[in-house]
């Protein structure tokens, strides 16, 4: 009975390989779960990966250890994973000495809280020995409110030691995004964040982001605010549209040029540049 149940398996497995094998030879970046595969097929597709112009990006539900994890970032799989699947620092640390060595790099989204004493909790101390190893943080508010001093010290220690921290940003700005900006953070934000009242304080925001080498990144969802969205556009932040880019008729197409310049580095989102946790 176990040798059936065996060989109905291996079929689906061997398929599952061609088809990894197959996405090699397309000119495209490739993206899978660690679920889809076993580890000597993925293993074995990393390393056959060779297009420079592309990254081989690995999203982590938890069904590999940290060893198997060390395999694939050390032979150049950039991880995606998450503090609902692996907070053991201890885990995210080595991992992430192995994705420098072969040239991939780890992304931590965080999307619940960290307090101090809190049992299987993150704490701030935690998130600061994992910024400082070289984990590219990305942190939202979205379900929990966030001390963003804390985050810009976090973003700092990320930028010390040449990852970064990508912030979301959910609900109205806020004067302390000054200095989360200066501190090297990416924020990302969307036009329902803005005020009639605010083109001052965005501008200051973008200004101070890339000063610091980062940026704002606006989701535009369909506002109809054109004289701020120029105002931004103009102190350089990267604008990403909810529907595809306007007509000849439309308001906005004169700063149709300017934004086709500003193209947003991939490890300044997670997974896809759209999406805002």
Known sequence: MEREKQEEKEPDSLEKTIELISLLKKKQPITVRDDQYDFTSL????????????????????????????????????????DGVRARIHDLEIISASA??????????????WEEGEEKSL??????????????????????PRDIQQVAQLAYHCAQKGSWLVYYHHGSL?????????????????????????????RDIVLSARSAGSNVVLHWDGGDNF???????????????????????????????????????????????????
């Open 174 to 202: 806020e004067r302390s995004l000054l200095e989360l900006g200066s501190n090297g953070a990416w924020i990302h934000l969307t036009d329902q964040s803005l005020e009639q009242d605010s083109p001052g304080l965005i």
């Open 123 to 144: 704490t701030f101390s935690d998130l600061m020995n994992v910024g400082r190893c070289g984990v590219y943080l990305h942190i939202t508010n979205r379900s929990q």
């Open 100 to 113: 420098k060595k072969g040239n991939a790099f780890v992304s931590f989204l965080i999307n619940g809280k």
């Open 43 to 82: 293993l074995d597709a990393v390393r056959l990966f060779r297009d420079s112009r592309y990254r081989f990006r690995v999203i982590d539900t938890g069904r590999f250890d940290p060893f198997e994890l060390e395999w694939l970032t050390g032979h150049g799989a950039d991880l995606y994973t998450s």
């Open 227 to 277: 004289a701020l969205l120029d105002e931004i556009v103009k102190a350089g932040a990267v604008v990403l549209f909810k529907s595809p880019l306007f007509d000849y008729r439309s308001p906005l197409k004169v700063l149709e040029k300017g934004l086709r310049k500003k193209r947003l580095d991939f490890k300044a989102y997670y997974l896809y540049p759209s999406v805002l946790p």
